[in-house]
């Protein structure tokens, strides 16, 4: 089960930090990612990090905004925005891919939290 939470209404150029709780189960060596949807839009890959590894990919509109980091320890996955733009309002949800390596691929991530609101004002 995945929990996302840490969303919620923040002015152009604040921040926010989204945390992914992982739990029922170990993830160690899996991939972890997160997604967005903003309304009537597909849902796009926004970061991703290997869980043991640490590497980390980024979608090219969030690079140098967007810190993707994990605590093992903790089981979970965060996602830092700053300098937040209207463009990213969107609904963001976390996803497990049950191998070690990374993909932006939707269809290829396990498990999903159920999502939390990020909403930018401009």
């Known amino acids: 089960q995945l929990q996302a939470s840490g969303g919620g209404l923040v002015q152009n150029g604040g921040s926010l930090r989204l945390s992914c709780a992982a739990s029922g189960r170990a993830f160690t060596s899996y991939a972890m990612g997160w997604f967005r949807q903003a309304p009537r839009k597909d849902r796009e890959f926004v970061a991703a990090?290997?869980?043991?590894?640490?590497?980390?990919y980024y979608t090219n509109s969030v690079k140098g905004r967007f810190t993707i980091s994990r605590d093992n320890a903790k089981n979970t996955v965060f996602l830092q925005m700053n300098n937040l733009k209207p463009e990213d309002t969107a609904v963001y949800y976390c996803?497990?891919?049950?191998?070690?390596?990374?993909?932006?691929?939707?269809?290829?991530?396990?498990?999903w939290g159920q999502g939390t609101q990020v909403t930018v004002s401009s």
């Open positions: 996803a497990v891919k049950k191998e070690f390596a990374t993909s932006v691929v939707l269809t290829e991530y396990d498990y």
């Open positions: 990090i290997r869980w043991s590894g640490g590497t980390t």
